[in-house]
């Protein structure tokens, strides 16, 4: 069974440009979380979602945002771009009932410039 | 490889030792404690679970403490090969096993010496 994918793999942006990042969870898995990892934060939770409605959400500005489609694909978007965007971005995908066994993506890694 | 982590905690053995690798975490009421592997390059990987009612649990070559009194968790690995090399995250999940909402720790960097 194919695992999480997540497109891109590295992703460059200018300051107050906006990007989108796709996820494509293991077949069966419909909830899709969004971590964020920098090496002086760690890894944060950005938001989750099951069934296409988002259930949770992190401590992150508005210009966060994401949705999950019929087929559990999600996407996350970030509009207007700062420097301290710049992070791995994780997702992860899980089983009904099984949160705590999150199986992550390799994430994309999005610099901005 | 990407670095994810530039002052974390850093454990140095020897290939065949027993490691031990530590965390305090901080939510009374959460449910799930669990332990992720981080090589460089890819996603967590997910090892081993702990309810808050248990105290330990053990898995393949790996055992999980937890001491609810003092809020500490702990994640032994048994006979250490350089294939555990790798950062390790303890987790919390204060939602039940139906979110998929964790709060990570900061991380230990598991260096294994041949």
């Known amino acids: 069974k194919a695992g999480v994918t997540q497109t891109p793999r590295y992703l460059i942006k200018t300051r107050g440009q906006q990007v989108t990042l796709s996820c494509s969870p293991i077949?069966?898995?419909?909830?899709v979380s969004w971590y964020q990892q920098t090496p002086g934060q760690g890894l944060q939770f950005l938001f989750e979602?099951?069934?296409?409605?988002?259930?949770n959400k992190g401590n992150f500005p508005g210009r966060f945002s994401g949705r999950q489609f019929s087929n559990s694909r999600s996407e996350m978007n970030v509009s207007t771009l700062e420097l301290g965007d710049s992070a791995l971005y994780l997702c992860?995908?899980?089983?009904?009932?099984?949160?705590?066994?999150?199986?992550f993506g390799n994430g994309t890694r999005l610099t901005v410039t | 490889g990407e670095s994810v982590g530039l002052h974390l905690p850093t454990l140095s053995v020897q290939e065949g030792d027993n490691s031990i690798i530590n965390c305090a975490y901080s939510?009374?009421?959460?449910?799930?404690f669990i332990w992720y592997k981080q090589e460089s390059g890819k996603g967590p990987q997910f090892i081993i679970d702990?309810?808050?009612?248990?105290d330990k649990r053990q898995g393949q070559r790996v055992t999980v403490l937890l001491n609810k009194t003092v809020k500490h968790l702990s994640l032994q690995i048994a006979a250490t090969q350089p294939g555990d090399s790798a950062v390790y995250f303890c987790?919390?999940?204060?939602?039940?096993?139906?979110?998929?909402?964790?709060?990570f720790g900061q991380g230990t960097i598991l260096t294994v010496h041949p």
């Open positions: 979602y099951f069934s296409e409605t988002q259930r």
């Open positions: 987790a919390e999940n204060a939602g039940g096993t139906s979110y998929g909402k964790l709060t």
């Open positions: 702990i309810r808050s009612n248990m």
């Open positions: 077949s069966g898995h419909r909830s």
């Open positions: 939510n009374s009421a959460s449910d799930y």
């Open positions: 992860a995908s899980s089983l009904v009932g099984q949160g705590s066994t999150l199986h």
